[in-house]
């Protein structure tokens, strides 16, 4: 991940996006200052400027996870360099946690540099540790389980192209899967459990449930249980 220019590039361009929306947060933050002094249980600066940060960074999320993911396995496969760890006798296990937390830890990394920018402001302004803690937990989580995902298609492509476009089609069908049961009207039932929406939109709001933080840990773990599976059959295919 070191050595590879799209690490690099998507790291300058993402942050340099997230830290002029930060600027404008923090402008329209400022500028309301006045009403919201009338108000004193209104939104603050985690409100305001924190949780929406980490929301623009979700969005980004669903488009870099898939670019930098996309060649993790496929790329070696594509390049002839999988056959090489095979008969080096690593086990296939150990190949996908090992690609996988190279990337978690770029994800986390960004995730880290992302939070600098409210984080600068702490001790200028009334700082909601919980609400904050909360909304970093959910957007570890997601970041955690859209890597697990991106790695899981890359086992499965012959092309990187492919192992992206499938990333970020699973990844879309997650988030959005209950859209329609809620223009429905209809807020519960299994439809509304399979969407990651639910699950991280409370986190973002401050709500930490055990079963939002099961949902995101078993997904991940069904996604590298795949990957897994299907790099150990290709070991037994020769």
């Not at 830890?105 to 702490?122: F, H, I, K, N």
């Not at 499965?156 to 970020?168: E, G, N, Q, R, T």
Request: with cysteine.
């Amino acid at each position: 991940m070191l050595v590879r220019p799209l690490a690099w590039v998507l790291a300058a361009l993402t942050l340099a996006w997230l830290a002029w929306n930060f600027t404008l947060l923090l402008g329209n933050f400022l500028a309301g200052q006045i009403q919201r002094a009338a108000q004193p249980d209104g939104p603050g600066f985690v409100d305001l400027v924190g949780v929406p940060l980490l929301g623009q960074l979700a969005q980004l999320a669903f488009l870099v996870v898939p670019l930098l993911g996309m060649s993790v396995i496929a790329g070696e496969r594509r390049n002839g360099t999988l056959p090489l760890m095979f008969a080096a006798g690593v086990p296939a296990s150990r190949i996908v946690l090992g690609k996988y937390l190279a990337l978690l830890g770029w994800l986390l990394l960004w995730l880290a540099l992302t939070l600098m920018m409210p984080l600068v402001l702490m001790h200028a302004t009334h700082f909601d540790w919980g609400k904050l803690a909360a909304a970093s937990l959910g957007l570890a989580l997601m970041l955690a389980t859209l890597a697990a995902i991106a790695v899981a298609c890359s086992s499965f492509a012959s092309h990187p192209a492919m192992a992206a476009a499938a990333a970020l089609v699973i990844a879309l069908a997650l988030w959005s899967v209950n859209l329609g049961a809620q223009l429905a009207g209809i807020n519960g039932g299994a439809i509304n459990w399979l969407a990651m929406s639910s699950h991280l939109q409370p986190l973002l709001r401050g709500l930490v449930s055990s079963a939002d933080l099961a949902w995101f840990v078993l997904l991940a773990a069904l996604a590298l249980a795949l990957a897994t599976r299907r790099l150990a059959a290709d070991r037994e295919r020769g």
